[in-house]
């Protein structure tokens, strides 16, 4: 007897790192422009590290990329998962910022990812995947809800929507938003920050016209470093 097709997708655990053809591109929706310029919330998150974590209270430059959710092996992809756009290449993208890791330590920045996944599942694939990055578990929502973080729905689930933050000593200092395709964002995060620090405001679009283009948008000036004393 032959079953009815699922309306979840099961793929194996070796697929989550390849993005599909012909995903459907994210478009800017608005959703991130209160960000620049913003405080970080004052919220302790779990992190993959060991214990919690901080943003608001660290020194220096932190990027944050911000990603719906990494796939689970052995559970299926939420519904439709494929034409969300936006929704895949979590994987892929974690992937590609733990490739260049040693370039933002080069360039004084930590790197921390969030999402709403458990900090169970986020320890998962933290370990799965082999991140020299920690995880930053916001399964309550108390980030994403005091920053007005963008997000969708999906199966019952509230997800943020793939941005990346740069952050200097808890303020926004600047966000590429939308992030496609995910794969290239630690690439994309990478040049805004070699733009930041060369003096330039990392807010020029270098997509082609004709194509979505993801913003790069910052501070008109760097946010100075902290005075040690």
């Known amino acids: 007897m032959t079953r009815p097709p699922s309306k979840h997708t099961v793929i194996d655990v070796s697929s989550y790192a390849e993005l599909p053809a012909d995903l459907p591109i994210p478009i800017d929706d ?7 310029g913003s405080a970080v919330p004052r919220l302790d998150l779990p ?3 060991g214990g919690i974590l901080c943003v608001h209270r660290l020194p220096g430059r932190t990027v944050l990329f911000v990603y719906p959710r990494t796939g689970i092996p052995g559970q299926p992809l939420p519904t439709g998962w494929d034409a969300i756009p936006g ?29 709403t996944q458990t900090p169970a599942d986020q320890l998962e694939a933290s370990q799965r995947l082999q991140l020299p990055y920690p995880l ?15 997000t969708f729905s999906v199966d019952g689930l509230t997800l943020t929507r793939r941005i990346t933050i740069f952050i200097v000593n808890g303020i926004v200092d600047g966000i590429i938003y939308p992030v496609f395709p995910p794969d290239r964002s630690a690439e994309e995060a990478l040049v ?13 679009p270098r997509a082609p016209a004709h194509k979505p283009i993801p913003q790069r948008r910052g501070l008109p000036h760097p946010i100075p470093p902290p005075i040690v004393r």
């Open 30 to 36: 608005g959703g991130a422009d209160n960000l620049i």
């Open 47 to 49: 992190a993959t590290s």
């Open 87 to 115: 929704a895949r290449g979590c994987t892929p993208q974690a992937c590609a910022i733990r490739d260049t890791h040693a370039d933002f330590a080069a360039l004084d920045t930590r790197v921390l990812g969030l999402s």
């Open 136 to 150: 930053l578990s916001d399964s309550d929502l108390l980030m994403s809800r005091a920053w007005g973080l963008p």
């Open 192 to 204: 805004w920050l070699r733009d930041r620090d060369a003096g330039r405001a990392a807010v020029t």
